[in-house]
């Protein structure tokens, strides 16, 4: 078993609750985990025997882009399902952070995990 790593992603979308959350677009900032089996794309140097984490890429900036949750809890929800089914995805650790959503402190994150 073998982890993909994406660190740090930045996108702006609507998330929140308050008047101005549902006006201004603001910064996520997201971080993802995903188990796999590399052990055949190790030896046939083969895109199509790997989890192609560009692809999972574009299809989370296109959602979250494109969304406007309430909640950060929804958004990692929608995001966890999406990255889950892709084929070869046996496990995803998702992590969003919402910065600046509290004064005095640098972000707020929520953190969940799934397996297929």
């Known amino acids: ?44 140097d083969k895109i199509e025997d790997c989890v192609n984490y560009r692809t999972i890429n574009k299809e989370i900036l296109a959602v979250v882009l494109d969304s ?17 089914s892709f084929d070869g995805v046996l496990y995803a650790k998702l992590k969003v952070a919402k910065p600046e959503a509290l004064r005095y402190a640098k972000s707020v994150s929520i953190t969940a995990e799934r397996f297929a």
Do not use: F, H
């Not at 406007?68 to 889950?84: K, P, V």
């Open 68 to 84: 406007s949750y309430n909640t950060i809890e929804r958004l990692l929800g929608i995001l966890l399902d999406l990255i889950l």
């Open 1 to 44: 078993m073998s982890t993909i790593y994406v660190e740090k992603l930045e996108v702006y979308t609507i998330l929140g609750i308050t008047e101005e959350e549902r006006k201004n677009k603001q910064k996520l900032v997201i971080d993802y985990w995903i188990d796999t089996d590399i052990s055949k794309a190790m030896l046939s």
